[in-house]
């Protein structure tokens, strides 16, 4: 797949062009969006949402071959515009709805995702974000710095400084390999 070939035809307003583009990170796109939303149609409707701003802002993207590293900052931006906008609204069904949908879940998964967010709960909210993009998502440090807008050094440090302050919580080895270069 020629991405900047993709890229420039969905700037001449080709949909069929930014659909394959989509379409070829879309597992990777659903796990960054579900990392931070927590459930899957919250997940889905972010998703939807950054292809309707792909499409109407694909125009302004400067450099084509940047389109995936634009596209997910764009969908980690439309996240915490959503989460934050959650926060301050919380409706009863969606409540209710979601404590069906993890009633549903197996409760083995259950377990791990409660032990993982007993993990993480320690960290303040930069940690955290920069310890599941890394772990959870596979991202290397530069992607993450582009996602967050922040430099590399800083990405390193976060994680670096989570996993020091999870290893003294709850005991463990193994930090000093994960400070290495970027990837």
Same mark, same amino acid.
């Given at each position: 797949?020629?991405?900047? =070939? ?5 700037? =001449? ?16 796109? #659903?796990?960054?969006?579900?990392? +931070? ?8 409707? /972010? %998703? @939807? @949402?950054?292809?309707? *701003?792909?499409? &109407?802002?694909?125009?302004?993207? $400067?450099?084509? @071959?940047?389109? #995936? ?6 969908? /980690?931006? !439309?996240? $915490? ?33 409660? @032990? ?16 599941? %993009?890394? #772990? !959870?998502?596979?991202?290397? +440090? ?15 440090? =976060?994680?670096?400084?989570?996993? =020091?302050?999870?290893? &003294? ?9 994960? *400070?290495?270069? /970027?990837?």
């Amino acid at each position: 797949m020629n991405v900047v =070939r993709l890229v420039k035809k969905a700037k =001449r307003g080709s949909k069929d062009a930014l659909l394959e583009l989509i379409m070829a990170e879309k597992d990777a796109m #659903y796990r960054l969006a579900l990392t +931070y939303m927590k459930n899957e149609h919250d997940a889905m409707d /972010v %998703l @939807e @949402e950054m292809i309707v *701003r792909l499409y &109407e802002s694909i125009g302004q993207l $400067k450099k084509e @071959e940047a389109f #995936y590293s634009w596209s997910k900052t764009i969908l /980690v931006n !439309l996240c $915490k515009t959503t989460l934050r906008k959650q926060k301050k609204v919380v409706l009863i069904d969606n409540w209710l709805s979601s404590k069906e949908e993890e009633q549903v879940e197996s409760a083995e998964s259950n377990g791990q995702q409660l @032990e993982i967010a007993e993990m993480l709960s320690i960290l303040n909210a930069n940690q955290k974000e920069a310890i599941q %993009l890394k #772990y !959870l998502l596979d991202l290397d +440090y530069q992607s993450i710095a582009d996602l967050t807008n922040v430099p590399v050094g800083t990405v390193k440090s =976060r994680v670096f400084q989570g996993l =020091r302050k999870m290893k &003294e919580h709850f005991g463990g080895e193994g930090i000093e390999k994960d *400070r290495g270069s /970027v990837e």
